[in-house]
């Protein structure tokens, strides 16, 4: 009997950052692995040499494709025959730009994470150098991922809600309430403005409220009125951020990220009001979303596949009532990219290179109105949002 294995052949994974004790690298890794469409095959993991060996010995890694910076990464698996297909950029934000244009480059995909710049410049840039290498690049804002996120995307584009007239998204964490202890990684380069750039909170966390806004409700945000805060003295960046948006079709908006406000963990929510129902959704009970109607008891939805449309279904790997979360959401990102590698299609809500340009357009406007006592600023958006690419 012949055996017909129709399983895609995995892609070739290289990775630049997310060395031992980092936390995104990991969750990279562990989403690229979950549809067993990726395959880890070389990285650039720390600039510190005995840490990058180390990462590549516990991910077995042959010690011959850990190198020790992007630049001799992307020279060694380009001169590969089995060389790497795709890139994931998972380092502090001051890498972002240069390493990611140099792998557009050198010919290869790209997965990088937010913000994707340091400023509108690089960004601006960062999308012609997509454009020219044929190559997508995908913008790691994981939340899109969500199978009811894209779902509620799903019920505005319909119709359902009516007009748009209001849309409040916060994403509130506690975990920089106090000084950190000095050897905690995590929050130094975050509270670097070397290695963070001219936004703290507003860039780690501020942006993904920004895009999950524009994703769901279809509509961009095109001036903003913001205060940004830093409540922790001392810092040189924000950690709190505040504003009022407006958006291309008619809502009105707020939006408040903190990574300050004690006793909540990591909680994102959005909601969205049109003339003839709302949307809720909060990213810790992300398998609900409620749709409120006018004059109308609230409807609580769960995320089943067998209801969901088949684009968001597929994204689903459990049974209903089965919880799934965060690696799953990022899981989702990497599987249309892999995707739309084997089809030569990708799918149109995978965020990109645009999303990465706006929201640097956002944070620039963002701090330009909070420094002019939060005047009304324009974002002048890209023309397009959503994803970025060519060629597989």
Request: aromatic share 8%; with cysteine.
């Amino acid at each position: 009997m012949t055996i017909i294995n129709n399983t895609p052949r995995r892609l070739r994974l290289a990775m630049i950052g997310g060395g031992q004790g980092a936390f995104i690298g990991g969750v990279h890794r562990m989403a690229a692995r979950l549809d067993d469409r990726f395959e880890l095959v070389a990285g650039a993991f720390s600039s510190q040499a005995e840490r990058n060996l180390a990462t590549a010995s516990e991910l077995g890694i042959d010690e011959q494709r850990c190198y020790t910076d992007y630049a001799a990464l992307l020279a060694g698996e380009a001169a590969r025959e089995d060389g790497a297909q795709v890139v994931a950029i998972v380092t502090p934000n001051h890498l972002h730009y240069p390493a990611a244009l140099a792998s557009l480059e050198a010919g290869f995909h790209v997965v990088c994470e937010k913000p994707m710049t340091f400023s509108v410049e690089e960004a601006e840039q960062l999308a012609q150098a997509a454009e020219k290498s044929a190559r997508h690049f995908v913008l790691m804002h994981n939340y899109a991922g969500y199978p009811l996120v894209q779902h509620a995307r799903e019920l505005i584009a319909e119709g359902v809600l009516g007009q748009l007239r209001h849309v409040q998204v916060e994403y509130i964490q506690e975990w920089l309430s106090e000084p950190p202890e000095a050897d905690n990684r995590q929050a130094a380069w975050r509270l670097d403005p070397a290695q963070a750039g001219a936004a703290g909170c507003l860039g780690d966390i501020g942006v993904h409220a920004f895009q999950l806004a524009q994703f769901i409700s279809g509509q961009r945000v095109s001036e903003v009125s913001a205060e940004l805060v830093t409540a922790v003295p001392g810092r040189a960046l924000d950690d709190n951020v505040q504003a009022l948006l407006r958006f291309n079709g008619g809502a009105r908006g707020m939006l408040w990220a903190s990574q300050t406000a004690a006793g909540y963990e990591n909680a994102l929510t959005i909601r969205i009001i049109g003339e003839k129902a709302s949307l809720q959704w909060a990213q810790e009970q992300p398998n609900e979303l409620w749709l409120k109607p006018l004059n109308g008891p609230s409807q609580r939805l769960t995320r089943r596949d067998d209801w969901l449309s088949a684009n968001i279904a597929q994204g689903v790997r459990v049974p209903g009532g089965h919880p799934e979360g965060y690696i799953e959401a990022f899981a989702n990102l990497y599987q249309a990219l892999a995707d739309g590698y084997t089809s030569g299609e990708y799918p149109s809500w995978l965020p990109g290179i645009e999303d990465g340009v706006d929201g640097m357009r956002f944070i620039a406007a963002a701090i330009t109105s909070h420094e002019a006592e939060g005047s009304w600023t324009p974002l002048h958006l890209s023309k397009a949002s959503g994803a970025s690419g060519g060629a597989p």
